[in-house]
Structure formats: structure tokens, C-alpha cells
């Protein structure tokens, strides 16, 4: 096969729409890939749409239709076929060559394949893609397919785009088009693979690798001999000599399998290594090579145990019959323009995720399938993927155009994803089969469809066919044993879900979103749920990136950039209803950042630890979110610029391998310790457990042995005299066990007697940055250093620390350059506490 990328040369124009005067007649440079969005602004010909109001300044790129040209020379080379093969077009647009159309496109999410060999030239060849404006589109398709229930203006559910890119209550709308993935003309004779399925399945000390491949043929090349070679190569693990299986093809389809004796297991981090082996696929005919693929693979097997227990039904997953408690975050396109997302930029970020001790990545359903690098650095790093099919928080439509798009882009995108020992769980969308028993979705529908077809029929078939070793979940939330019964439409003749509840608390996965909507944090703790799927809390990002982005003189949560960049409904009024509870309202800005951010951080760690606290009733919890793709006031731990905020570092403590924490698990509900052990080997010591005045004194202490088996919880019961305070205000119930430490408070910050922090900072040379030594000389709840404040690009290893007088703690601090100065860190705006949120 021979391969001319097509990735230089490109121009664009503004072909029809209301574009402004100095655009009309400009012919602008085109990056392939790329959208139309980044070459504007690389020739500065628009105002960012990060930066403080100008998201409304750009909006009219998506109501403009573009014309993309190049022009590129061509030869006849002797090969059979010639095909024009796009990986990825955003979105709608007809591609023309030397004046012929050869078709139109309307999906962002799979690729496109053109035999233009009746179309090339010896020369010059011009290519054409003339992209349609996505918006009007979006609403003429909507018109023809029936408006559907959705939460935000625009029909996303009409076009096959990105949902997000319309907006979301996180992200900026930005309406891109483009040829957002490789462009390529491929030269082959005899055949071709055109469709490449490898499943590595564990067997005792050995494995089994299995080809499914389907072979494209030339018009004469129907009858031709073809034979398909199939290897596995070691790669951090050897399997000696390459082993190799040979197979004669008959028609289009072939099946090979090897058998190999020892193979060691693929495991998610934590639980072990993850090896990869090289499979290799090579279609011959005669002495020549005509094609070939390949893949990296683990051997690894996965199932979630489903089966009913006393208390409903769990959702627990079990990887190489090792059952994994899932520490898990959502994931939304790093970056609302992804086309600026390349591998160091995943790899940046899922190693954070790591520095965080998660152990999976949900890619949620209104965002992207992500890049081949993204799962190629989960498989490598042993970060569990479940993925969303592209469907989120909507009613879709079955019928055509979409119906057959839909299948399209599943099928590609299943067989692309699903080699990946990192993929544990296909999710046919996201809160659509909650959306459509609670949200009013059936009396809006008014009889038409909304997606049952896809989640209880389609997708389940198509995983079943393309990828049986992959586990199917037709939603999130959804209760294991539900489905569908009757037609798939609406109204007093149509169908219905059966089973329990989609968001039932007792049975399957849950999202949780009554508390940041409606109810103080702490009724997280009102709820046992088997898997929680989602649930959140906002703040702010840190302070360097929102500073850095906005512009506002004065800057207040109210000012007018900060309204633009808080994108969720009442988003302000449920920051400020779920702070009053637990602190005061801050008056100054920098005030109200830091509260605002400690009190995300203390809703998701409370939760966080109640849910672990529960297990195994409970088998993990994913939060919303892990990234940000702009800078914005959202549910993210990681914000727009990859700056963490301090809920990273609760994430981070919440789901360390061994934790202590204090919950209402006791007696009348009152606390006892649990301790949690996700490592392999048991935990034992003594729990110092310890009721203090913040004075540091100590009022009542008891030290109790412990053994916490390997991936077990115990719950250790403390005497009364340590739960009953004196002076509630006053006063701490602190739990050691090791080095990990939970805390107790009998009163909320806010009615509390917390002192005026009083903390000494010393600072060393670090091979990374800096060494910070914090020592409390009083009480001192949650102590962080804000280091952006110092150096933009500085992190910090830890936060959130509670000293009790005397004690110290020591942060390593990231960063390029000399070591950070002692004074600067012991700023007040930079050595911050929840203390001085009570005293200020």
C-alpha cells in the first residue's frame, strides 16, 4: 500500500454566512488537522474565546459555512484502487475532487472512505471539502426530525457532534468545523484489511489471541489467493521465540488463533503490572505483502458481578476474578478546541490521575471518543476506561439520517477501541434512561422515539458481534435486569423500561446530583448506594488561571467575565447555598476563591469516604470531573490550564491504598473509626484515637489494635467518652492509623472556636523544586499552600492537612527554577487554612 498524506497546502474562505467585513474575501492558511477556530486564531484575526467576554464575540464562526482547498499532485503509480480517506471530519460537508462530488458528510465521529480512482488526474488534482455552518444545520435537522426534550438551547441531539461543543453547564460554545483528523490517498492492488478485530483472552498460565478480520478486494482480484499472517511479539514481558499462525482467507473474512503457554496478566494499578504484547497482522498474496495492522495487547478478564444479594443488586467490578473497588473520574475533552490535544498533553493528564490514586477514566458520553493515544496510555499506565457511547442528557432520534450514522460510527469506534485491556465497560449514553422516567421526557415526546432502539437493541448487538469480551451497560445510572418491552416509541401504544428505578440507590450505578442542586453535602451521607457514576461540587480554578484569563476590574464572583465563565444553571446562588451551611460568606475575592474551592474540596472528600466506608456494599465512585477545557468555574479537580485545585488533593486522600476516617456508622449514629486497605497485603497496627481541645490538649485517648485484611474494611468502634464532646465548638475527635489520619468535628467551621492559624514555614532545595516544611504552633485545620500564587507553574504534592500544635508536615513543591522563598510561601494569600475562614 502506498500512503500520501495530505496534510499541507490547505487553504480556507468563508463560503456564505454573516462573516465580518475584514474576513469576506480572506483566504487563510489551513492546519490539517485542524478546525477553522485555530487558524484564525493563529493569525490573529479573532479574540480568544477563553479570554474574559469574547465567547459571544466568536459565535458567529458556527453560523458561517467554510470551504477548505488544496490542490496536490498526482501520478498513476501501477496500483488497482486509489481511495480518499478522511479519519475524522467536523462535521457536515461535501468533499469534492477535480470538480465531482464524492459525497456528503454530516458525523464527527467516524471516518470516510472514497474510491477516487476515476476522479484523479496526472497532475494537479484540486480537493474540495465545503463545510456547512453546524448551527443552522443542527436547527434545520431538529425542524425535520422532531424538536426532542434537552436541557440547552441549541439541538445537539439532531447533528452527530460533539454535544459539548453546543455549550454545556462547564463549557464554552465554540461550533467548530474543520478537517479535524488525518486526510490520506491510498494506493492499493489485490486487497486490503479493512476491518482488523484482535481479542486476547487468559487461560490459566497461558492465553489465546483471536483475529476476526474483514479483507477488502480489487474488482479483479476476486479469486486471488490471499493467506493472513498472525504473530504475538513480547514486549516488557518476552513470550521467546515470536509465535506466528498462517491462515488461507475465503471470501472477505478470516479467523486465525494462537495459542500461546505462558502469558503473564494484564492488571489495572494497584493489583499489578501491565504487561503488553505485539500482535502483528499481515496479509499476503504470493511473495508480496499487500497489508498490515497491528496492536498492543494485555490478557487480561473482566466482568462486573450483577447478582442479587440481600441488599439489591451490586455493581462490582472483577478483573482476573479479583474484584476492584473503582476510584474513578469523569472525563470531558481536554480542551474545547481538542484538535490542540496531543499525546504529551493526555499523558500529562492521566498521570495526574495517578498522583490522585485513581484507577479509572470514564469518557462520558456527550464529549468525543477519545484518541488512539488516550486508551494506548491507559493500557500503558493500567488506568480502566469505561466508556460512553456518544449520547448524553437528551432524547435522540432513530430515524434516518442518524440511525444509520449512528451505526456507523459505533461499529468504527468499537472495533478501533475494544483490543484495549484498559476498556472494562460500554455505557450506551449518560443519564438518558434517568432523563426519560423523570424529566417529563414522555408526555414532551408526545409518541415520538428517543433512543431506546440504540441502548436496548442496537448497541448490545453490535458489542456482542464486535467485542463479546467487553462488558454493555445500556446507560448510567442504570439497575442491572432492566430493559425495554414493546415498541420503541412513546405514548399510550408504545413502550416501556422494565426493571427497577435507572437511578434506583439499592441496584447498579447512581449519580448523585440533589446535594450541588439542592442539599447541603453532608446528606451524601444519607445515601448507601451499591456504585455511585457521578456526583460533583464547584468551585473556581486557581487563582493564576483565572486571573490569567479574566480581566475584570474589579474582579468579583459577580463581575462580568466571571458570570461568562460560570456556565451552570443558578451557578453562583448553589455555590453560595452550599458554603453558608459550613462558613461564612467571604467578602474579599481571594477570600471567597479560597472558601469556595475548600468547600468543593470537603463535599467530595465527605462523600468520597462515606461511599468507601460502605464497601464492599458500595464498589467504588466515580466523580465528576477530572479536567476542565477551558478556564471556568466547574466540578473539575484539574482546571482549563492543568492547575489542580484542592480538590485533587482531597481525591488524592480520599482514595489512598490505606485511609482512617470517622463516619456515623456507630450506635445512634455515632462515630466510629474505618479503616480502609486497598493493597494486597494486610494492614495491622494500633488506631490512636484521640479527643482534643484546639488548644491541643488532650481530653480522652484510647489506642485499639486493628487487622484490615488485604482490599478490606474494618470499622473499629471508639468509647463514648471519645464521640460525646465537652464544648462542641471547641473541640476534635482525631483518628492515626500509620500514617493515615481522620478527623471529627462536632461542630461546622463556622460555630466553631478554630483559632487564628499560627504556622512556621521552612523551605530546602528539592531535586524537583522545593521542600516545604509547615509546623503548626496552634490548631490548624486543612493546611494548603496555593503555590501558583509564588510560581504558575508550581504544585504542590499534597494539601489539606490537619496539624495539631507542635506537629509538622512537609510538601514537596514542583517547579522549574531556584527554590521557592520561605517568606512568599508563608503569605497569607498563599499559606492558607479553613482557620481564618472562622477569623477573618
Known amino acids: 500500500m502506498i500512503t500520501l498524506p495530505l496534510h499541507d497546502g490547505w487553504t480556507f474562505h468563508a463560503a456564505a454566512g454573516s462573516v465580518p467585513a475584514d474576513l469576506a474575501d480572506t483566504v487563510i492558511h489551513a492546519t490539517v488537522p485542524g478546525t477553522v477556530h485555530v487558524d484564525l486564531l493563529r493569525e490573529g484575526l479573532i479574540p480568544d474565546p477563553y479570554r474574559g467576554e469574547n465567547e459571544a464575540l466568536v459565535a458567529w464562526i458556527g453560523k458561517v459555512d467554510w470551504t477548505y482547498q488544496v490542490r496536490f499532485a498526482?501520478?498513476?503509480?501501477?496500483?488497482?484502487?486509489?481511495?480518499?480517506?478522511?479519519?475524522?471530519?467536523?462535521?457536515?460537508?461535501?468533499?469534492?475532487?477535480?470538480?465531482?462530488?464524492?459525497?456528503?458528510?454530516?458525523?464527527?465521529?467516524?471516518?470516510?472512505?472514497?474510491?477516487?480512482?476515476?476522479?484523479?488526474?496526472?497532475?494537479?488534482?484540486?480537493?474540495?471539502?465545503?463545510?456547512?455552518?453546524?448551527?443552522?444545520?443542527?436547527?434545520?435537522?431538529?425542524?425535520?426530525?422532531?424538536?426532542?426534550?434537552?436541557?440547552?438551547?441549541?439541538?445537539?441531539?439532531?447533528?452527530?457532534?460533539?454535544?459539548?461543543?453546543?455549550?454545556?453547564?462547564?463549557?464554552?460554545?465554540?461550533?467548530?468545523?474543520?478537517?479535524?483528523?488525518?486526510?490520506?490517498?491510498?494506493?492499493?492492488?489485490?486487497?486490503?484489511?479493512?476491518?482488523?478485530?484482535?481479542?486476547?483472552?487468559?487461560?490459566?498460565?497461558?492465553?489465546?489471541?483471536?483475529?476476526?478480520?474483514?479483507?477488502?478486494?480489487?474488482?479483479?482480484?476476486?479469486?486471488?489467493?490471499?493467506?493472513?499472517?498472525?504473530?504475538?511479539?513480547?514486549?516488557?514481558?518476552?513470550?521467546?521465540?515470536?509465535?506466528?499462525?498462517?491462515?488461507?482467507?475465503?471470501?472477505d473474512r478470516v479467523d486465525a488463533h494462537l495459542t500461546l503457554d505462558h502469558v503473564d496478566r494484564w492488571w489495572p494499578v494497584g493489583y499489578g503490572a501491565q504487561p503488553r504484547y505485539d500482535v502483528a497482522v499481515t496479509l499476503t498474496s504470493g511473495q508480496a505483502t499487500l497489508d498490515s495492522d497491528a496492536r498492543r495487547v494485555g490478557f487480561r478478564d473482566v466482568r462486573w458481578d450483577t447478582d442479587p444479594d440481600d441488599a439489591g443488586t451490586p455493581f462490582t467490578l472483577v478483573v482476573n476474578d479479583q474484584p476492584v473497588y473503582v476510584k474513578g473520574v469523569n472525563w470531558i475533552p481536554d480542551d474545547a478546541l481538542p484538535v490542540r490535544v496531543d499525546r504529551d498533553r493526555l499523558s500529562r493528564r492521566l498521570h495526574q490521575a495517578l498522583d490522585a490514586n485513581l484507577n479509572l477514566i470514564r469518557v462520558w458520553g456527550g464529549g468525543l471518543y477519545e484518541s488512539d493515544d488516550f486508551y494506548d496510555l491507559c493500557d500503558e499506565l493500567g488506568l480502566l476506561v469505561w466508556q460512553d457511547f456518544l449520547f448524553a442528557c437528551a432524547a435522540y432520534p432513530e430515524e434516518e439520517p442518524l440511525r444509520s450514522e449512528i451505526e456507523a460510527e459505533a461499529r468504527e469506534n468499537v472495533v478501533r477501541i475494544a483490543s484495549h485491556p484498559s476498556l472494562v465497560l460500554l455505557t450506551g449514553n449518560n443519564e438518558n434512561l434517568w432523563g426519560f422516567e423523570d424529566w417529563a421526557w414522555k408526555e414532551r415526546l408526545d409518541g415520538k422515539t428517543w433512543g431506546a432502539y440504540y441502548y436496548y437493541e442496537l448497541f448490545p448487538a453490535l458489542v456482542r458481534e464486535l467485542a463479546s469480551h467487553v462488558p454493555y451497560a445500556p446507560g448510567s445510572p442504570f439497575s442491572p435486569g432492566g430493559g425495554w418491552e414493546g415498541p420503541y416509541v412513546t405514548g399510550p401504544d408504545g413502550g416501556r423500561q422494565t426493571g427497577h428505578h435507572p437511578n434506583a440507590e439499592a441496584h447498579g450505578t447512581m449519580h448523585l446530583w440533589e446535594q450541588w442542586n439542592r442539599q447541603d453535602y453532608l446528606t451524601y451521607r444519607d445515601h448507601r448506594p451499591r456504585f455511585v457514576a457521578e456526583f460533583g461540587w464547584q468551585a473556581p480554578p486557581t487563582w493564576t488561571t483565572l486571573t490569567q484569563w479574566l480581566d475584570d476590574d474589579p474582579l468579583t464572583p459577580e463581575s462580568p467575565g466571571m458570570v461568562v465563565h460560570q456556565k451552570a444553571m443558578e451557578g453562583n446562588v448553589k455555590l453560595t447555598t452550599g458554603l453558608v451551611p459550613h462558613f461564612r460568606v467571604p467578602e474579599d475575592m481571594e477570600t471567597w476563591h479560597w472558601a469556595m474551592q475548600l468547600n468543593q474540596a470537603h463535599a467530595v472528600r465527605c462523600a468520597l469516604e462515606w461511599f468507601r466506608a460502605l464497601a464492599p456494599h458500595n464498589s467504588g465512585a466515580i466523580v465528576w470531573q477530572l479536567n476542565d477545557c477551558w478556564p471556568v468555574t466547574s466540578w473539575a479537580a484539574i482546571d482549563g490550564e492543568e492547575r489542580v485545585k484542592p480538590l485533587f488533593h482531597a481525591l488524592a486522600a480520599a482514595f489512598a491504598d490505606r485511609v482512617a476516617t470517622v463516619q456515623p456508622l456507630g450506635a445512634d449514629d455515632a462515630p466510629l473509626a474505618v479503616l480502609g486497605n486497598d493493597t494486597a497485603t494486610p494492614w495491622e497496627g494500633v488506631v490512636r484515637a484521640r479527643r482534643v481541645r484546639f488548644d491541643g490538649s488532650v481530653i480522652e485517648e484510647q489506642e485499639i489494635p486493628f487487622v484490615v485484611p488485604a482490599r478490606g474494611t474494618v470499622r473499629v468502634e471508639l468509647s463514648t467518652a471519645l464521640t460525646t464532646p465537652g464544648e462542641a465548638g471547641a473541640e476534635a475527635l482525631i483518628v492515626d492509623a500509620g500514617t493515615a489520619?481522620?478527623?471529627?468535628?462536632?461542630?461546622?467551621?463556622?460555630?466553631?472556636?478554630?483559632?487564628?492559624?499560627?504556622?512556621?514555614?521552612?523551605?530546602?532545595?528539592?531535586?524537583?523544586?522545593?521542600?516545604?516544611?509547615?509546623?503548626?504552633?496552634?490548631?490548624?485545620?486543612?493546611?494548603?499552600?496555593?503555590?501558583?500564587?509564588?510560581?504558575?507553574?508550581?504544585?504542590?504534592?499534597?494539601?489539606?492537612?490537619?496539624?495539631?500544635?507542635?506537629?509538622?508536615?512537609?510538601?514537596?513543591?514542583?517547579?522549574?527554577?531556584?527554590?521557592?522563598?520561605?517568606?512568599?510561601?508563608?503569605?497569607?494569600?498563599?499559606?492558607?487554612?479553613?482557620?481564618?475562614?472562622?477569623?477573618?
Not at 112 to 137: I, K, M, Q, S, T
Not at 157 to 172: H, L, M, P, T
Request: aromatic share 6%; charged share 25%.
Open 74 to 251: 498526482w501520478s498513476p503509480d501501477g496500483e488497482e484502487r486509489h481511495d480518499l480517506v478522511f479519519d475524522g471530519i467536523d462535521t457536515v460537508a461535501e468533499i469534492v475532487l477535480n470538480g465531482v462530488t464524492l459525497g456528503t458528510v454530516a458525523n464527527q465521529h467516524r471516518s470516510y472512505r472514497y474510491d477516487v480512482g476515476a476522479h484523479l488526474v496526472d497532475g494537479e488534482n484540486a480537493l474540495e471539502v465545503r463545510f456547512r455552518a453546524p448551527v443552522p444545520y443542527a436547527n434545520a435537522q431538529s425542524l425535520s426530525l422532531g424538536v426532542r426534550p434537552r436541557p440547552y438551547p441549541l439541538p445537539y441531539e439532531a447533528i452527530r457532534k460533539s454535544a459539548c461543543n453546543f455549550g454545556w453547564d462547564w463549557g464554552v460554545a465554540t461550533f467548530t468545523s474543520g478537517l479535524w483528523k488525518g486526510v490520506r490517498l491510498e494506493s492499493w492492488s489485490t486487497a486490503r484489511l479493512h476491518e482488523v478485530r484482535v481479542v486476547a483472552t487468559p487461560d490459566g498460565e497461558g492465553g489465546h489471541v483471536h483475529l476476526d478480520a474483514q479483507i477488502e478486494r480489487a474488482p479483479g482480484a476476486t479469486d486471488t489467493e490471499l493467506l493472513v499472517h498472525l504473530s504475538v511479539g513480547g514486549l516488557e514481558t518476552g513470550v521467546g521465540a515470536v509465535p506466528e499462525v498462517v491462515a488461507a482467507i475465503d471470501g
Open 741 to 840: 489520619r481522620g478527623s471529627w468535628y462536632f461542630a461546622e467551621p463556622r460555630d466553631s472556636a478554630l483559632p487564628a492559624p499560627r504556622l512556621e514555614v521552612e523551605t530546602a532545595a528539592d531535586p524537583d523544586g522545593t521542600l516545604v516544611t509547615v509546623t503548626a504552633r496552634s490548631f490548624a485545620r486543612d493546611v494548603t499552600l496555593l503555590v501558583d500564587k509564588v510560581s504558575p507553574d508550581a504544585q504542590a504534592d499534597s494539601a489539606l492537612h490537619t496539624l495539631l500544635p507542635g506537629e509538622s508536615v512537609a510538601i514537596r513543591v514542583r517547579h522549574a527554577g531556584d527554590p521557592l522563598d520561605a517568606t512568599a510561601l508563608s503569605d497569607a494569600r498563599v499559606l492558607r487554612t479553613a482557620n481564618e475562614l472562622v477569623n477573618a
